[in-house]
């Protein structure tokens, strides 16, 4: 069973410490639940598509892998805002969930 | 002076009054054409989950960059939030993906009206402020916790009229009338249920500085000319409201200087 880490846990002391948020419980389109975890089947979650996970696996290489456009879009993992300028030596972990975002229309 | 006054926003000179959404229009070349005809200086946007496995997907098919391209000021919503957390999370990540601090600050507490949480509103507005945005609160119209806001930092609040989407125009305009008296100074905008251009000039003769509407010129037969009548009627009511509407009277008051009666008869 995992055990839900800290956002700045996982990002080297060295650099400039990332603003960390509470895991929220849902978002208006649901991307930001902590929906289930993976446990021991070494996924992460794509906005909720499975994808194999592997070690030194980065934000930054996950969303390039999957042809997000990164400065275009911003990016929540389980829950908690992850700047931009992050993604790169954030290391995904087992079960993580990354939840990318877009612009659209609004009121 | 035959123009409204300009007004100013968080330091940021407007001389147009009327905000409009961008959602919900038919196309983004009528989107395009009502910005330009209601000559809103403010354009409300969102934020969405990608889809799932889609790579470059255009959720917005381009309406976003319509927006930007209209040199309009973006005011990003947190549409659909239902806590502060929720809220906060959103606003960081809008704030990063449209390079503003402005935020349209919503925070719903009933799925049925749509009425903000004016808790978990204030909650966040704190938070926000502290984190160096600048919050523009969709509220209630309630005196005390617009007060609240103002406390927590927030330079201008956006009360709602009537349910959001629902044109039902302002249903309490004493509440409205009140935040005017009580609160001079302080930019005040109504957000949601304006469904008439009259409901706009209504809200502006009440003294408030502008008027943020969407899905009344999205769902108008012509947006285009919808954005037109309320731009003219936002100026008419702003107007109105600056030169001084006279004061209504219990009974009938001549205006023809005419004495006695124009004939005798009989």
């Not at chain 2, 407007?14 to 989107?31: H, W």
């Not at chain 2, 990608?50 to 947190?78: C, E, H, K, M, Y």
């Not at chain 2, 005040?188 to 000039?201: F, K, M, Q």
């Not at chain 2, 731009?231 to 006695?260: C, H, K, N, W, Y």
């Amino acid at each position: 069973m995992l055990t839900p880490m800290s956002l700045d846990s996982r990002i080297d002391a060295s650099h400039e410490e990332t603003p960390g948020r509470p895991p929220v419980s849902s978002t208006p389109s649901g991307g930001l639940a902590r929906s289930d975890r993976s446990g021991g089947a070494r996924l992460v979650m794509l906005n909720e598509q499975p994808l194999p996970w592997r070690e030194s696996l980065s934000a930054a290489a996950l969303l390039a892998e999957q042809g997000q456009p990164e400065d275009r879009v911003a990016t929540a993992l389980n829950g908690e805002f992850l700047p931009r300028h992050a993604r790169a030596r954030t290391l995904l972990q087992p079960g993580d969930e990354l939840t990318v975002f877009r612009a659209i229309v609004g009121g | 002076m035959t123009e409204p006054t300009a007004w100013t926003v968080y330091g940021t000179p407007l001389q147009n009054r009327f905000l409009i959404g961008s959602a919900g229009y038919p196309s983004p070349q009528v989107l395009q054409d009502a910005i330009r005809a209601s000559g809103a200086q403010v354009v409300t946007v969102g934020l969405k989950r990608a889809l799932a496995g889609v790579a470059n997907d255009r959720p917005d098919n381009g309406f976003v960059a319509l927006a930007l391209a209209s040199g309009a000021q973006l005011l990003p919503n947190t549409a659909g939030c239902r806590s502060a957390r929720e809220a906060i999370t959103l606003a960081h990540l809008a704030r990063e993906l449209y390079d503003t601090t402005w935020l349209k600050l919503e925070v719903v507490g009933d799925e049925h009206t749509l009425q903000p949480d004016p808790f978990e509103l204030l909650a966040a507005a704190t938070q926000l402020v502290k984190d160096g945005f600048e919050v523009f609160p969709y509220c209630l119209d309630d005196l005390v916790s617009c007060r609240r806001l103002l406390d927590a930092g927030c330079e201008v609040l956006m009360p709602w009229g009537a349910p959001i989407g629902s044109g039902q125009g302002l249903l309490n305009p004493f509440a409205l009338r009140t935040l005017r008296e009580r609160l001079p100074g302080v930019p005040l905008i109504v957000d949601a249920g304006i469904g008439a251009p009259s409901h706009a000039a209504q809200a502006m003769e009440l003294g408030f500085d502008g008027v943020l509407l969407n899905s009344a010129v999205a769902q108008a037969r012509d947006p285009v000319r919808m954005a037109r009548a309320f731009a003219s009627a936002i100026t008419a009511g702003r107007l109105g409201f600056e030169a001084g509407v006279m004061a209504t009277q219990d009974f009938a008051v001549p205006s023809t200087p005419v004495p006695g009666h124009p004939f005798l008869i009989g």
